[in-house]
Nanobody, 121 residues
Framework: QVQLVESGGGLVQAGGSLRLSCVAS????????MGWYRQAPGKERELVAT???????NYADSVKGQFTISLDNAKNTVYLQKNSLKPEDTAVYYC???????????????WGQGTQVTVTS
């Protein structure tokens, strides 16, 4: 198994910034990519951003230029720097990790527990 532990959520005023972190741990795994998703009240979970092990990034159109995803390979940690936060960014943010485990080279998807981000106007 791969465990994901998120941190960095909280309450922030509109226009402020937050940095989310997610550490992946476990035995005998190799990360393909990691990412962040979010789920606002009454809405479906949506992609925020992903990053591959070699640094290729993908962002939802709604956060381009506002959020920055980065990956520290040595620490198996993915970060999401969120600037110019808006009330509509309020959501539970989930860390996602796609990793290869086992001798057959199969990939699996793992999820963190989620961290609440609340942006007040």
């Amino acid at each position: 198994q791969v465990q994901l532990v998120e941190s960095g959520g909280g309450l922030v005023q509109a226009g402020g910034s937050l940095r989310l972190s997610c550490v992946a741990s476990g035995s005998m795994f190799r990360i393909n990519f990691m990412g962040w998703y979010r789920q606002a009240p009454g809405k479906e979970r949506e992609l925020v951003a992903t990053i591959t092990i070699d640094g290729r990034t993908n962002y939802a159109d709604s956060v381009k230029g506002q959020f920055t995803i980065s990956l520290d390979n040595a620490k198996n940690t993915v970060y999401l720097q969120k600037n110019s936060l808006k009330p509509e960014d309020t959501a539970v943010y989930y860390c996602n990790c796609n990793a290869v485990r086992g001798s057959y080279g199969l990939s699996y998807n793992y999820w963190g527990q989620g961290t609440q981000v609340t942006v007040t106007s």
